[in-house]
Structures are given as structure tokens and as C-alpha cells.
């Protein structure tokens, strides 16, 4: 079974840094784009950064210059590199696959993570 799992989240001070891991287990052929995702207090889940399987980013003004995104594809694994913490950035991040491709050629659509949950506090 094809899933996400999601880790580094915890408790950071304002200015701190932390490192979101986000590795994609199962009988993986490739992943296309993915992305990491916050969720909004209407519980809405609002794009963070996103990154092609080629390597192409993407990101949320509010995180520029601050979030760095990556990903190994060898490992199946993206990462989230988060600098500069503020208080604002306190979430549930979680991890998405637009789309996942089996080792038996089945595609898996719009997959997602359980969640980590970043809080950012003196």
C-alpha cells in the first residue's frame, strides 16, 4: 500500500529553523509533482511550496525567501526546509503526490500525508 508519512514537526522558538521530512512508501514506480500544504484555521489546506519530479519549485509568498523545498527522488522522499520561524507559520503541514505511479503501472491520484504539526512559540 502506497502512503506518505510526514516528520520534524515540533515545538520552535520565533526565528528557529526546522526540517519537515515527507517519505512516500510502497511499491513506488515514480511520483510526479509534490507539495507541502498548511492547513488555515477553516481547516482549509493552503499550498506552501511545491516541487516538480524535475526539480522546478514554487512558493507561497509568505514563506520566499525563508521555506526551501526538495526532494530525493531515489529515496522517494521531499523535504521542507523551514528558516526564520514565525509565530504565523504554526500548523498541521502535510504532504501531497498529485500523482503516484505503481510498480504495477496503476496510478494513484491527489495522495496525501497525515500530518505534522509545527508550532512556533517563545
Known amino acids: 500500500q502506497v502512503q506518505l508519512v510526514e516528520s520534524g514537526g515540533g515545538l520552535v522558538q520565533p526565528g528557529g529553523s526546522l526540517r519537515l521530512s515527507c517519505a512516500a512508501s510502497g511499491n513506488i514506480f515514480s511520483i510526479n509533482a509534490m507539495g507541502w500544504y498548511r492547513q488555515t484555521p477553516r481547516k482549509q489546506r493552503d499550498l506552501v511550496a511545491s516541487?516538480?519530479?524535475?526539480?522546478?519549485?514554487d512558493y507561497a509568498d509568505s514563506v520566499k525567501g525563508r521555506f526551501t523545498i526538495s526532494r530525493e527522488n531515489a529515496n522517494n522522499t521531499m523535504y521542507l526546509q523551514m528558516n526564520s520561524l514565525k509565530p504565523e507559520d504554526t500548523s498541521v503541514y502535510y504532504c501531497?503526490?498529485?500523482?503516484?505511479?505503481?510498480?504495477?503501472?496503476?496510478?494513484?491520484?491527489?495522495?496525501w500525508g497525515q500530518g505534522t504539526r509545527v508550532t512556533v512559540s517563545s
Open positions: 516541487i516538480t519530479s524535475d526539480g522546478s519549485t
Open positions: 501531497n503526490a498529485d500523482s503516484i505511479r505503481t510498480a504495477t503501472m496503476d496510478v494513484l491520484f491527489d495522495v
